[in-house]
């Protein structure tokens, strides 16, 4: 089954404390993109790749960082969480286009930054 | 600056009837429009693609409109269902940053 997944789905962690979440497609696309939605402001792009090791910042891409080493993962880093990157994260791939072919979602991650 | 609304936070109808989901923008031109499902708890699913030289998309029980000049899509879902109910999102593309950019959406309440 073609999809997009994501782990872990739910995380509580505290200020401070580095974590990863992982994201993984299975359909050989070669775009990715990491967006967070928050109440009242929509889904907004943390970070995207365009292909194994080309990434870069999308709207909202400070205290997150992402790597691209093979083309079916594209983990996202909090090197140093803090409060207000309490959010719901989406992971998402396409085929090549970053706005001009269907996007396929994960699930979502949960994270509670206390 | 860049804006997309979509008309209602919250729209509510009876079953069978046609819904209509209202996607505006301003200072903007994009040429490609596309349309998501988002269900409590779970990620965005793509439903429909329209691109600026195409006026009318239909997909099953869905239609989607794109008119340029006027800045608005419209997303139709006819003969309502309350299995229809969901978060509808807008998203249009190409973006300033070359991106994807999402509405809000749009909370869509079928009632049997």
């Known amino acids: 089954e073609a999809q997009v997944t994501q782990n872990p789905r739910y995380l509580i962690t505290v200020t401070g404390k580095k974590l990863t979440v992982t994201c993984s497609q299975n359909m050989n696309h070669e775009y990715m993109s990491w967006y967070r939605q928050d109440p009242g402001l929509g889904l907004r792009q943390i970070y995207y790749?365009?292909?194994?090791?080309?990434?870069d910042k999308g709207d909202v891409p400070e205290g997150y960082k992402v790597s691209r080493k093979e083309k079916r993962n594209f983990p996202l880093i909090l090197e140093s969480p803090s409060p207000n990157q309490t959010s719901l994260y989406f992971c998402?791939?396409?085929?090549?286009?970053?706005?001009?072919?269907?996007?396929?979602f994960g699930d979502g991650t949960r994270l509670s930054i206390l | 600056s860049q804006k997309i609304e979509q008309n209602s936070e919250a729209l509510n109808i009876q079953e069978g009837k046609t819904a209509t989901l209202t996607c505006n923008y301003t200072n903007y031109s994009p040429a490609y429009l596309q349309w998501y499902r988002q269900d409590p708890g779970r990620g965005p699913v793509f439903l429909l693609l329209?691109?600026?030289?195409?006026k009318e998309k239909r997909k099953e029980r869905l239609k989607v409109t794109f008119d340029t000049t006027l800045k608005q899509s419209l997303f139709h879902i006819t003969a309502s269902q309350p299995a229809d109910s969901a978060t509808y999102l807008c998203?249009?593309?190409?973006?300033?940053?070359?991106?994807?950019?999402f509405g809000k959406g749009t909370k869509l309440s079928v009632k049997p």
């Open positions: 998402a791939s396409s085929l090549k286009g970053r706005y001009n072919q269907p996007q396929h």
């Open positions: 790749s365009m292909n194994v090791e080309v990434t």
């Open positions: 329209i691109r600026e030289n195409e």
């Open positions: 998203a249009l593309g190409p973006g300033s940053q070359g991106n994807l950019i």
